[in-house]
């Protein structure tokens, strides 16, 4: 026992004499890093400098230990931010370098094109808050200008590239489309591949909706993408970038951040040197058969902005046809023919140190729209299908005042932003509606020939022997409405762990009233009734939304090494709706006890979760981030119509999983991401009452007690490739499988053709899709382009018609080719195809397979001719086949053409080119012609129509929506730019 315990002994010294000679060496244990971040701006606008060299020096011999660039945020934010998922910074107001270093004193040293060499010192504490620092912050670096020396000109001449990538950026040069300089952002945004303008100025990008459209990197007249895109000359226009961004207040967006794919959301329009400070403007006037009056004026500094907006026109909202001939899909023309008049005002202004920043902005609209439908439908029963017309003729005008107002404010600790919006208006509507269903197809030889002849009085043998039902409907109907949001949002970072906690709070609260008349006259010749109603609606709600986040990391209570592979943190949601409405009608001045009401319904969510993430950041870097997560709902309902109250409290299990892998390899950038998620989705708290409510007879609907909430399964995998050469492929693949789907069943009586809803909960619908998209340059210059989508999707659809399941099987293939030449600086050619097919088909007995396919193709040609004019027109084919409707089956010809001279009562203008950013940027000299006088003609042919199909497990609708005609116009545009004075 005794030599066990010496021996014992003897190892434990050995061990302890081995273990302290191994702290005497110095690289026994490799020191702990840090990680830097800093800033670099100008001294005297305290702008933010990129393209900044960074070294770290050692303090006793200026030995170089380090060195990194001060690159662009939009990089950072990819890179950094959302990769790190420690978002400390918002990205865009930062451009950072980054170091790895251990603690310790150091000297930087910054280098930048234009500005003298600096020097500052560097002090990184060894603690923070009792742990070991592992992030420190730089105070930032101010630059001074060198002094600028007049040189003699000198003659750059460069190859103009149409699109780089940078990162996960896509940014496209603005000068290689020659547009003319009457042209407006719209019409750029519409010929860069793979953006789309769609109604409302919803932009997509392949496929894709990007939320937010910057200026500069900053909003702009915040929440109407249409100002920038119908008032922003396109000669102003340096580059357009497209990435993934959070919110403004990023740090509060983590975690919804990191649990979305990665799709862009974000377009950022970079505005040329010569327009991004002083005054600059324009203005324009066009008449004709249409008409057009515009005002717009920014000022732009590196702190204060201030625009001003004014326009009227009827030419809906479509300033110019885009690329491709055809202005709208079918699916846009919603709104019909629009007159609008609007004007406003944004102003923003951050103090010198960038701590602080208010922003306002002011808008009022007015808008009188015209609409004609024309709808052909045919409803799936398994009794037979039940067809149905429509036309629709409506004058809707709408008045609203906006206003926005925020504040933000920085500190070291503390981040805080407080927006409030507000939002009056009211609005008038007169609707004409002529509809009738039909047991049999009535063959129109023309477009709602059968509603022609039911209500001419004139009606074929034919349309009397399958008619069930015909309606005359008009409704007179005002609305009154007030909109009320407020924010308040808050980001600390605690001083005793240095963990940072993240608060978020909306109130949001909407206030509506209305009355309306309505004249109804439906007749039933089968029985040869009729049931007349002269009623007179009043409605109004007061809606509350309430919505609170939390958000805590733990990052800096862990060690170096954890840290910087790993993060953890805790996520808590809350959202509560209080929906109370009423609604009271009067028949002939005598109360409607069934159709009136008194209702409230109250939401109450919350959601937790326990997230964690890790990551390499190697040459092959893999992010992984996931975690469960628990939602419980709390439902309450009521309805004076019944004794019946919903009260349930549901409880939701909803997970969710986020893979990466970036590669990095000679140049090039290879991505993959998956992402799965579970998502729960409440339904309407009303649908859960047993109410049967009859005030419309054709269309009646009946609650169901015993609906469950629809739980939605989804998975998306995209593959993003860099090739040699400037090529790039993108692949994506989606699959979505939806459990308790809603379905808004319905039986159908074929003696009165009314229809009864009731929601209901089916199994089977899924959906899934591949994408491939494509693009490259075709020569070594650059001046060939070639861009190729491929999309197929299918959708397996289940509904419930006729208390019997019905379904239907949807197939979409969609081609997209764009084929663009540059001819040097004479101008562009550019060739399109677009190819939709449609099929539709079900084992039902008595389901007639569907097939259809749209063709769009056709060419773009945009040059330049002598004496300073330039000559745009694109020609496209628009041809349909395959629709049920026999008027839909046709060919169109689009022709629209503009012709613009730009010139200057006093002076010629030159330009010049300026490298910057890998593009060559054509530059307007101090002479450039102010003026424009444009001629368009859209529609030349007089062949625009706008149709649209839905096909799904109820049926299938095709619709007419009545376009834009056909007209010319004459423009005139005067545009200045005034820039400070030189210092």
């Known amino acids: 026992m005794q030599k066990f315990i010496f021996t014992l002994i003897l190892f434990a010294l050995s061990v302890a004499t081995t273990f302290a000679q191994t702290q005497d060496k110095p690289d026994a244990k490799p020191a702990e890093t840090v990680k830097v971040k800093g800033n670099v701006r100008d ?44 978002a400390d910074l918002s990205p865009v107001d930062y451009m950072v370098y980054t170091f790895n270093i251990p603690a310790g004193d150091y000297l930087l040293r910054f280098t930048c094109k234009g500005y003298e060499t600096l020097v500052m010192p560097l002090s990184i504490p060894r603690k923070q808050h009792g742990f070991a620092t592992k992030e420190w912050h730089a105070d930032d670096a101010m630059m001074q200008r060198v002094i600028e020396h007049q040189l003699g000109e000198a003659t750059v001449t460069a190859t103009q590239i149409m699109m780089v990538h940078r990162g996960d950026t896509v940014v496209f040069n603005a000068d290689y489309f020659q547009l003319a300089q009457g042209n407006m952002l719209d019409r750029l945004v519409s010929m860069l591949p793979g953006l789309e303008i769609k109604a409302g100025g919803q932009i997509f990008y392949n496929g894709n909706l990007l939320s937010n459209l910057l200026v500069n990197g900053k909003d702009f007249f915040t929440g109407d993408p249409t100002i920038a895109l119908h008032n922003l000359p396109a000669y102003m226009v340096k580059n357009v970038k497209i990435y993934r961004r959070g919110k403004r207040d990023a740090a509060f967006n983590v975690h919804k951040d990191l649990t979305e794919s990665n799709t862009p959301n974000t377009l950022d329009v970079t505005l040329k040197r010569e327009y991004s400070r002083g005054w600059m403007g324009n ?35 479509s300033d110019d046809a885009n690329s491709e001939g055809a202005w709208k899909a079918a699916e846009e023309a919603v709104n019909g023919i629009m007159q609008r008049a609007y004007g406003g005002l944004t102003f923003s202004h951050e103090w010198p140190k960038r701590d602080m920043e208010y922003k306002m902005h002011v808008k009022a609209t007015h808008d009188r729209t015209t609409t004609e439908t024309a709808t052909s439908s045919t409803s799936f029963l398994q009794t037979g299908d039940v067809f149905g017309r429509r036309m629709d003729n409506s004058m809707a005008r709408s008045s609203s005042l906006n206003f926005h107002n925020s504040w933000e404010w920085k500190a070291k600790r503390l981040w805080m932003y407080s927006p409030l919006d507000v939002e009056v208006g009211r609005s008038t509507l007169d609707d004409r509606l002529l509809s009738a269903a039909f047991s049999a197809e009535p063959y129109d030889s023309y477009r709602s020939a059968s509603l022609d002849s039911l209500f001419a009085g004139t009606p074929s043998q034919h349309l009397l022997d399958n008619v069930t039902n015909w309606l005359d409907q ?148 893999h992010f992984i981030h996931g975690g469960p997560a628990i939602e ?22 909803a997970p969710f999983l986020h893979y990466q892998l970036i590669r990095h390899h000679d140049g090039y950038r290879g991505f993959f991401d998956f992402f799965y998620d579970v998502n729960t989705s409440p339904v309407s708290s009303y649908y859960l009452l047993d109410i049967h409510d009859a005030t419309n007879p054709l269309s009646q609907m009946q609650g169901n007690a015993d609906l469950r909430y629809p739980t939605t399964h989804s998975l998306k995998a995209t593959y993003d490739q860099q090739l040699p050469k400037n090529r790039w492929i993108i692949i994506d693949a989606a699959y979505k499988r939806i459990h308790d789907a809603l379905a808004m069943g319905y039986t159908y009586n074929p003696t009165t053709g009314a229809y009864t809803y009731r929601p209901e909960n089916v199994q089977g619908n899924w959906s899934t899709s591949v994408g491939i998209r494509t693009w490259l340059h075709l020569d070594s210059d650059h001046r060939g382009q070639l861009y190729l989508t491929t999309n197929w999707n299918l959708l397996h659809s289940v509904d419930v018609v006729n208390s019997q399941i019905s379904v239907v099987n949807n197939n979409g293939l969609h081609e997209n080719l764009k084929l663009s030449y540059r001819f040097g ?37 945009n040059f330049k001719l002598p004496h300073d004019l330039q000559f745009s027109t694109d020609f496209s084919v628009l041809q349909r086949t395959g629709y049920d409707d026999p008027s839909m089956n046709d060919v169109n010809l689009i022709w629209n053409a503009a012709l613009t001279w730009d010139f200057d009562f006093r002076r010629s203008s030159y330009y010049r080119l300026e490298w910057e950013e890998g593009f060559s940027h054509r530059v307007a000299g101090t002479q450039a012609r102010p003026w424009s006088l444009r001629i368009t003609a859209h529609d030349l042919l007089h062949q625009l129509s706008n149709t649209r199909r839905v096909v799904n497990a109820q049926g299938i609708t095709e619709t007419w929506v009545n376009s834009v005609p056909s007209y010319v116009m004459v423009h005139i545009l005067y545009r200045w730019n005034k820039q400070p004075k030189k210092r």
């Not at 004709?288 to 001003?308: I, M, V």
């Not at 709706?577 to 008194?598: E, H, M």
């Open 283 to 317: 203005m324009e006037a066009a008449g004709g058969q249409r008409y057009l009056a515009r005002l717009f004026a920014l000022y732009f500094s590196d702190r204060t902005q201030f625009g001003l907006i004014a326009n009227c026109n009827n030419v809906s909202n």
């Open 825 to 861: 600086t004479i101008g562009t050619a550019a060739l399109h195809a677009d190819v939709r097919w449609q099929t539709a088909h079900s084992a039902r007995e008595g389901f007639i397979p569907r097939s259809s396919v749209d063709l769009n193709y056709g060419t773009d040609l």
């Open 632 to 653: 419980i709902q709390h439902t309450h309902a009521e309805d004076t119509r019944s004794t019946q109250q919903v009260n349930r409290r549901d409880v939701f299990f």
């Open 474 to 621: 008009t409704i007179t109907r005002t609305d009154q409405r007030l909109k009320l949001k407020y924010r308040l949002g808050t980001s600390f970072k605690s001083p005793l762990t240095g963990n940072k906690l993240d608060f978020d709070a909306e109130v949001h609260h909407t206030r509506l009233s209305g009355e309306s008349t309505e004249d109804f006259r439906l007749h039933y010749p089968q029985t040869g009734t009729d049931d007349v109603r002269n009623r007179l609606f009043k409605t109004s709600s007061n809606d509350t939304h309430v919505e609170a986040t939390a958000y805590y990391s733990f990052n800096n209570m862990m060690s170096h090494r954890l840290a910087e592979h790993f993060a953890a943190y805790l996520y808590y949601k809350l959202n509560y709706d209080n929906q109370p409405d009423s609604r009271t009608i009067w028949d002939d001045g005598v109360l409607d006890p069934a159709g009136s009401y008194d209702r409230t319904s109250n939401l109450l969510k919350q959601h937790f979760s326990a997230t964690a993430s890790f990551k390499t950041t190697k040459t092959w870097s």
């Open 43 to 86: 001294a005297l606008n305290h702008a933010y400098l990129a393209s900044t060299y960074v070294e770290v020096l050692s303090p006793s011999d200026s030995t170089v230990l380090a060195a990194d660039s001060c690159i662009d945020y939009t990089l950072i934010y990819a890179e950094e931010i959302r990769a790190d998922i420690r």
